[in-house]
């Protein structure tokens, strides 16, 4: 994947998980979830979310009971860059 397929990809899922969330801040929502609606892979969508988390997008909440990574929350940032790029369609 080169670098704009990769940003395209990135935004893709900040915006999947932006529309799924319903503007609720801190909702979790299931990795596969986020896939199927993306249509992207889960192993894709969580290694884009590990670039979205450094930039401050995106948690990734960890689940101890589970023992594995399988949900993300929008972060107040992510909501407001997904709104910026709306406002400049």
Known sequence: ???DDFKE?????????????DGDV??????AHIAQS???DEQTVYDLSRHL??????NIPIKPN??????????EKG????????RKK
């Open 1 to 3: 994947m080169d670098t």
């Open 9 to 21: 990809s990135a935004f893709h899922i900040l915006q999947t998980l932006y529309d799924m969330s």
């Open 26 to 31: 801190g909702k979790d929502i299931v990795i």
């Open 38 to 40: 993306a249509k992207i």
């Open 53 to 58: 988390e450094a930039k401050g997008l995106v």
């Open 66 to 75: 589970l023992g594995v990574d399988h949900s993300l929350s929008i972060t």
């Open 79 to 86: 909501m407001n860059e997904i709104e910026s790029q709306q």
